[in-house]
């Protein structure tokens, strides 16, 4: 069927994938549901602010609990969390009994006198609410109401707005406890950990990838020759750099002979495990570059005239930044769910007029729905980026009069895709959230069974992951031409996808060397900006290595850096992918007369025409080579 069809670029449109349209929005309206349900029944504020042991958000009006008769209290100028015996936790969890209070105790206090004395000074009562302060030094039961003497000096540190003491002992012992009950929470309640732990550090280093984005789609819009080398230079540096960094932290935590808390551990194991990836990726990249050095000329040639096609549309530049801006809206949004159903809770007061709140039964699945919807929304925003950047360069490339572009093609190809094509992109984004969900529920079962030491379940288990993520990355690359071919066709995912790849493996000689090396560099480009931002987080993290776990935060900073850089530099990758498969379709379907002429201009054909040239000297050596070797070798007389 596909040879016989007829290629018809941007002549004949209807709406494609439609059930897979309907099916997103139904999709949707659950995430509406969860949304609601986390608002109405959630508290985010508790993680952001801090509470009391009697149910009262530090830093707001509270309403009260019924059975607690301290709650329901005014806290709007009491915005610190304040233990009794911040000295003595237990390790199970954060029980002992806490206060709202104005401000953290910045000397020792080693009486009750001190504590009347520092309330009557600063304002802030250390005890509990029902205790008057004239009566701490009267009441007989202020001993239990008050804190444990003497109470060491505190700062209120910017995690989870706690009063953290300052005596070195007693910091230890909060901070052990502090992780410990972190590290007994389950995955869900650790991703909210991390996220709020560094939550202002991921959003500088993700400031800084956007910046080495921007700079990086600059520099290739006019790039040169001593441009590639550079780049190439920089991101060779960074890498041995990275590696070195990394090794180098994992040295010093393991002969660190303070690393005592269960953190720092984890941040050594951690450690050990990224530099090796780093290493890994080090050598492999290093390698390549070494065998493909020869196509740098080409490379240089082939962003130039990218770059001309990229100057007939030249809001093309300003693509990712909608997209960016979409991406980020979303994900503030997600978090701002993802930290409400966190919080999904029911207060119950208990017999001593605390308060405790219950998870709601359901909490977990919902969480689980809501994460799938990350993963799906972002793939098809990004799908809806790239199927507005080929249907752009679609519409230039199959434009006769080269010196008079067609008018508005950025809007063009937003209008057909919004009236026609939105479920292709839907069905395209589905296919890559079904191979990366395996990927995830692999991840957890990892951390779950990994303290069972069996070295072939780690092997099959790396072995899965890495095959989901060839499986991937291959989809990814037929989507990509599925959707140009949507654009230029008109037609649903998967016959664009199966025109796709006929039109490619006929052509896939002429092309397949230009589009890989040209996909290599930008590649390239994307390790440039994880790896610059990545050593950046690495340096921030290490000044607070006693109180943050770094697995989440920097796992955080890596996916946000890669994602930005693939937003941006996707420009460059969409726009060679899909003029190289309009030129296929020129090919196909014209052959140079004047009946019948190529859309293609004569930069384009000298340029594909010398990179065969090249690639066909290539092949004719490598058969001369291996026929000499053939023809000289003879069996020798024992």
């Known amino acids: ?90 390790m ?40 008057n302060i004239s009566s701490y030094t009267l009441n007989p039961k202020a001993a239990e109401l008050c804190p444990t003497l003497p109470v060491p000096p505190s700062k209120s540190f910017p995690l989870f707005n706690r009063c953290v003491p300052q005596n070195p002992e ?44 921007f700079t990086l789609v600059l520099a290739f819009r006019f790039i040169r020759t001593l441009l590639v080398h550079t780049l190439i230079a920089l991101v060779v540096f960074g890498l041995l750099f990275v590696s070195g960094v990394l090794w180098w932290l994992y040295y010093d935590y393991r002969n660190d002979p303070s690393t005592e808390l269960e953190t720092e551990k984890e941040n050594a194991k951690f450690l050990l495990g990224y530099a090796f990836f780093s290493t890994i990726v080090t050598v492999v990249l290093l390698s390549l570059i070494l065998v493909l050095r020869k196509r740098l000329q080409f490379t240089v040639q082939l962003f130039r005239i990218v770059g001309k096609i990229i100057g007939r549309i030249p809001f093309l530049l300003f693509q990712p930044f909608w997209t960016f801006l979409i991406l980020i809206v979303f994900w503030v949004f997600w978090v701002a769910v993802l930290l409400s159903l966190g919080t999904a809770g029911t207060a119950q007061a208990t017999s001593g007029g605390q308060v405790e709140y219950r998870a709601l039964s359901g909490i977990c699945y919902m969480a689980w729905y809501h994460f799938v919807g990350l993963v799906w929304t972002s793939e098809f925003i990004l799908a809806c980026q790239q199927m507005t950047i ?90 990509q031409h599925a959707y140009t ?83 941006f530099l996707s420009v460059f990758e969409v726009t060679v992918d899909a003029m190289f498969l309009c030129f296929a379709v020129d090919m196909e379907t014209n052959d140079g007369s004047a009946e019948k002429p190529y859309f293609a201009d004569q930069e384009l054909l000298t340029f594909v025409s010398q990179s065969n040239k090249l690639t066909e000297g290539q092949k004719h050596r490598h058969m001369r080579s291996f026929k000499d070797n053939e023809d000289g070798t003879e069996l020798q007389p024992m």
């Open 92 to 131: 199970q969890s954060l029980s002992s009994l806490s206060l709202c209070v104005s401000s953290c105790p910045q000397e020792q206090l080693n009486s009750l006198e001190e504590l009347q004395s520092f309330a009557r000074k600063n304002g802030s009562c250390l005890c509990v609410y029902n205790l």
């Open 485 to 567: 071919t949507t654009a230029i066709n008109g037609t649903d995912f998967c016959t664009s996808a199966k025109d796709a790849v006929f039109i490619l493996a006929n052509n896939s000689a002429k092309l397949a060397s230009i589009s890989c090396f040209g996909d290599f560099i930008l590649f390239l480009g994307k390790v440039f900006v994880v790896c610059f931002t990545v050593f950046g987080g690495l340096m921030a993290f290490n000044y607070h290595r006693e109180l943050q776990a770094w697995v989440v935060p920097l796992l955080l900073v890596g996916f946000f850096a890669y994602l930005m850089s693939h937003s």
């Open 1 to 90: 069927v596909s040879e016989l069809r007829e290629w018809r670029p941007v002549i004949y449109r209807k709406c494609t994938d439609t059930l897979w349209l309907l099916l997103f929005f139904l999709f949707w309206t659950g995430l509406m549901f969860i949304t609601g349900y986390a608002v109405m029944a959630g508290a985010a504020e508790r993680l952001v602010l801090g509470y009391d042991s009697f149910g009262n958000i530090c830093g707001r009006k509270n309403t009260p609990v019924k059975g607690a008769p301290l709650s329901g209290q005014d806290m709007t100028d009491k915005k610190y969390v304040f233990f009794l015996n911040s000295c003595s936790l237990e």
């Open 390 to 479: 080929a249907g752009a360069v679609v519409t230039c490339y199959f434009n006769r009069n080269k010196n008079s572009p067609p008018l508005h093609p950025i809007l063009s190809s937003i209008s057909v895709l919004f009236c026609y094509h939105l479920g292709t992109a839907v069905k395209g984004s589905f296919l890559i959230t079904i191979l990366r969900i395996p990927r995830i529920v692999l991840f957890y079962l990892f951390n779950v069974l990994k303290q069972k030491e069996s070295a072939c379940a780690k092997c099959l288990f790396k072995c899965c992951f890495c095959c989901f993520w060839c499986q991937e990355s291959c989809l990814r690359y037929f989507n």
């Open 170 to 213: 007693c910091y230890s012992k909060y901070a052990s406890v502090l992780i410990s009950m972190v590290n007994e929470m389950d995955v869900f309640h650790r991703i909210l950990s991390g996220i709020l732990a560094g939550r202002d550090t991921v959003i500088g280093l993700s400031t800084l990838a956007l910046a080495f984005s």
